[in-house]
Structures are given as C-alpha cells and as structure tokens.
C-alpha cells in the first residue's frame, strides 16, 4: 500500500522526496450506536483499515488535494484564503483546515495532500472521520501545531458538524484518534472519559462483513434521528431533571416516558437509553470474557436499532438475521450509522471460514447482493509511517 501511495504521489505531484508518510485508521464499533449525540456509552475500536496519506508543504498559499479513490475529482485545489465546501471528498480536510485556522491555527502556507484509503467507501467504518483526524494529524506534523489527539477528534467532528452539515456525534473521531491496539475504546460521551478495554478473546472473533448496500439519504435521515431524540428530551425533560437522554436508566424511562408526546420520538428515545445500558453491560461483559451476554447485547441492539431506531431497512436485516443463525455466532448486528454499511459479528474462533462462505452464499440468494469480509486487527491511533 506505501509503494502504491509514494508511486502516485510522484505522478500527481512530482518527486516528492519532502513529502511525509501518513496512516490513519478507520473504526467499527462493537456496540453503542446511536448514543453518542444522546450523552450516552459508545464502544468502538480503531481498526487496520483506513486512510494513508502523503503530503508536504508548498511555496505558496495553494491547498492541493487528491484521492487515489476518487480520481474522477481530479487534484481539487483551493487558495487557503477561500475556503468553501464543494461537494466532493475534499470538503474533508478543507473543513478541518478551516476549523484550525478558527482556533488560532492557522496554515503558513499551502500544501500537496494525496490520500489513498482502504475502507469500504459508505459503509460504516468511518472513511471521514479517518480522513478528518489524518487531516489533523498531518497538520499537526507539518505546520507543529500544539494539539492533542483529543482535541484532533473534537476538531474532525466540529468541522464534519459546520463544514459539511452531518450533525454526527464525537464516537468516529474519537475512536480513530485515540485509538489503541488491541482495545476497545469505552467512552463516556458525555463527560469524553475513557477506558480502554482490551479485546481478547481466545476463541472468538469479531467479523465485520460489508453489505454492499449504498448508504442513501443518510445523511438527512441521520439529522432526522437525532432531531427526534432531541425532541423527546425536551418533553422528558418537563417531568424529569435529565442532561440527556444517557442521564436515564431503563427504569427511569419506563416510569416517565409517557411524557413523550409523539410515539416516534418516543421509540427513538427508548433506544437511546436501551442501548446506552446495553453498552454498559456489554463492557463488563467483555471484561469478564462473557461471549455469550456480549453477543445477546449485541443481537437486543441490532433489533432497537431495527424496530425503534429503525435506520437498517430489510437488506441489513436479512443480512443480520442470517448471520445470527449461522453455527457458532453469539451475536451480529449493524455498525455504525445505518441506512446500509456493514455488520459486526462475534464468531467462535472455529466457525469464521464457514459462517463466511454460509451467509455469503445465503445472503446472495435472498437479496441477490454480494457480501464482502473482512478480517481485520484492533489498531492504533493516527502514526507517521
Ligand atoms: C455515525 C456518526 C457517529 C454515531 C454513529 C451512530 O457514524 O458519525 O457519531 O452517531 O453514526 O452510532
């Protein structure tokens, strides 16, 4: 992959013997979706796939970015002066650039960026966030900003916010940033505390498996979602003195949810503080190397997601149906945002090749799609190469 990034750096933009080396992971989280925006647990970790990026500095105030992705888009340039969001991949380090220059940041000069990414594109493990943090990371190297990891997420997720219009959560930024190998990352996002939690489990594996279902309108429908959960806080928040809807336990809900007054809002806010205990519980149990309680949380998550969140539609849901009857599977669920992407399964350690060939062979049959696996390893944050 190095090889192939250096190769078409040296063909976009010439020797490139300045030019430094970058990678950035992309994400799955195991469970916890849909909590992050609502003060609630999420638990995601770092994975081995992600972005790798090359780029150096230049003599004057011009930002050229190009994607080994998206070659159709050309080198996209902009005068570091005028940034505006264009509609094409380079909104993403364009809105990071412009939210370090807010914070006092700001570029002497302009620079070369070519990214090359190995993430399925749309499907859930975070191809942006991995672009927004490596962004930062690459800024932070070049220009000797003083930034944390932390504060890097802060700034991909405010830029992904104001720059781009998805009014996503800090749980992709954060666990790509701060990432660590071997561990889940278990973070509060109310309070943005932390505790990494290491995934070893001598017989099991997580198995992330690509539907191939193009993600459409998700990024509205995202908004949507947490427009309604934000509209059963204020009602709740008549009755009950909560922060968000994390401030809840189930029991808390079941006494005051009522106060909800539409039902919709009322389904979104039951798996907002469901899911939040489920990932609570979910930690421990990972702790405790308890495969079957993680893998039951995780099938309880996938069905909230399904029937009272209801961002998977029937494709993921064959998807994870099948998965969950295949021989030696705790558990499967959906990943991520939704609207299509990828699932997350926990398969004894001796049943990965088949439950890979049995759900690709049955999921073509019923949706007529291919399935794509993929092994991948917990890794670290951001690193220079
Ligand atoms: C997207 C967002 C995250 C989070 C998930 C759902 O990945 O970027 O902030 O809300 O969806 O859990």
């Given at each position: 992959m190095r090889q192939r990034v250096r190769r078409e750096y040296e063909k976009i933009f010439?020797?490139?013997?300045?030019a430094r080396e970058y990678f950035a992971p992309g994400r799955v989280n195991l469970i916890g979706d849909h909590t992050d925006y609502n003060g609630g647990h999420v638990f995601p970790c770092a994975i081995n796939l992600g972005t790798y990026g090359m780029a150096e500095k230049r003599n004057d105030n011009k930002l050229c970015f190009y994607s080994v992705n998206f070659p159709?888009?050309?080198?996209?340039s902009a005068d570091l002066t005028k940034l505006r969001r264009e509609k094409n991949w380079a909104d993403y380090p364009k809105g990071v650039i412009q939210t370090f220059g807010e914070r006092g940041?700001?570029?002497?000069c302009g620079l070369n960026m070519l990214l090359c990414g190995n993430l399925p594109h749309g499907s859930g493990l975070s191809s942006s966030a991995s672009v927004e943090v490596l962004t930062g990371y690459i800024l932070r190297d070049l220009f000797g900003f003083d930034v944390t990891n932390e504060e890097l997420a802060k700034i991909g997720q405010y830029s992904e916010n104001n720059f781009n219009g998805v009014n996503c959560g800090i749980m992709d930024q954060f666990a790509i940033a701060m990432g660590k190998k071997g561990h889940a990352v278990f973070l509060d996002t109310s309070a943005l505390s932390y505790e990494y939690v290491p995934v070893s489990l001598p017989q099991a594996a997580f198995v992330i498996t690509c539907s191939n279902v193009k993600r459409e309108l998700g990024e509205s429908a995202y908004n949507e979602r947490r427009a309604e959960s934000e509209r059963a806080l204020a009602d709740l928040q008549q009755v009950i003195g909560i922060c968000t809807l994390g401030d809840m336990t189930g029991e808390m809900f079941e006494v005051y949810?009522?106060?909800?007054?539409?039902e919709v809002c009322r389904r979104r806010a039951r798996h907002a503080v469901y899911e939040n205990q489920r990932t609570i519980q979910a930690k421990e149990a990972l702790k405790r190397k308890d495969v079957e309680t993680v893998g039951r949380l995780m099938n309880e998550s996938h069905r909230s997601l399904s029937?009272?969140?209801?961002?998977?539609g029937d494709t993921m849901d064959t998807l994870v149906s099948i998965s969950q009857a295949q021989p030696g599977v705790w558990g499967s669920r959906i990943t991520g945002?939704?609207?299509?992407g990828c699932t997350v399964s926990l398969v004894q350690s001796g049943c990965v090749e088949a439950f890979q060939r049995e759900v690709g062979k049955k999921y073509r049959e019923k949706t007529g799609l291919r399935a794509d696996f993929y092994a991948v390893e917990i890794a670290d944050g951001p690193v220079v190469l």
């Open positions: 010439g020797d490139g013997g300045e159709e888009a050309g080198i996209v940041m700001e570029l002497s949810q009522s106060a909800v007054r539409d029937e009272d969140y209801e961002v998977t945002a939704g609207f299509g």
